[in-house]
């Protein structure tokens, strides 16, 4: 009879919260990546929206990045969970060698890599987290496809709105943020955070039926 009421006790609690617990992390190592380019020219550019992401996170959680082999790297320690982020330092297009190296060193399964990236299709500051898919001509994205040799990896992209008719999408990109963007700027990045957050301690499909 015990066991019977505690049983209907756990299914009530998870169609409340709408958890799967099929879909939850197994694991308590996390590498969370964040795409961008190296060098001060880059800082606060669109392209780099996945290094601004890391940053927040580390200056929200008092942590300092240090150089490391094949990207800046920094552990945040939370709830039981290590979980390194890492800035590839190979330049964008060269991401999957970062990725790659830092996923086989910690042994850290696909289910729990998280890529941060930027895309074009997407109105400026609208999220989207998908588990896998193409990288849509994101060379960051497909070189990480062609190292790991899957599409099968998490994604958080951040959208930096659509380029203009006689606009250059190169130049559009590599620009930094005009005024309007950075006024609600921190606001997306804030999102980003909680978005990254569901992401590791409730997993990928709880996380994408909030926020997606």
């Not at 169609?15 to 190592?29: A, G, Q, T």
């Not at 890391?54 to 200056?59: D, E, F, K, Q």
């Not at 998908?130 to 951040?158: A, C, D, M, V, W």
């Not at 700027?185 to 996380?207: A, V």
Request: hydrophobic share 35%.
């Amino acid at each position: 009879m015990l066991f019977f009421k505690l049983n209907n006790i756990m299914s009530f609690l998870n169609k409340i919260f709408n958890f799967k617990r099929n879909s939850l992390p197994n694991s308590k190592k996390f590498l969370i990546v964040g795409l961008g380019n190296i060098g001060f020219e880059y800082t606060m550019t669109r392209h780099n929206i996945g290094f601004e992401i890391l940053n927040y996170i580390s200056n929200k959680e008092n942590l300092s990045f240090e150089t490391s082999k094949l990207a800046e790297k920094t552990i945040l320690q939370k709830k039981g969970k290590k979980i390194i982020l890492i800035k590839p330092n190979t330049y964008m297009n060269l991401s999957g060698r970062s990725v790659k190296y830092w996923m086989n060193k910690e042994k850290i399964p696909f289910e729990n890599v998280l890529i941060i990236t930027d895309d074009l299709n997407l109105p400026f500051g609208n999220l989207r987290i998908r588990s896998k898919g193409s990288s849509g001509g994101h060379n960051g994205l497909k070189n990480i496809e062609e190292k790991l040799g899957t599409q099968n990896y998490s994604r958080l992209r951040f959208g930096i709105g659509n380029v203009k008719k006689n606009k250059n999408k190169v130049d559009f990109v590599l620009n930094k943020w005009d005024d309007i963007e950075k006024r609600t700027l921190d606001t997306h990045l804030n999102k980003s955070c909680e978005i990254i957050s569901s992401f590791i301690f409730y997993g990928i499909q709880n996380t994408m039926n909030k926020f997606n």
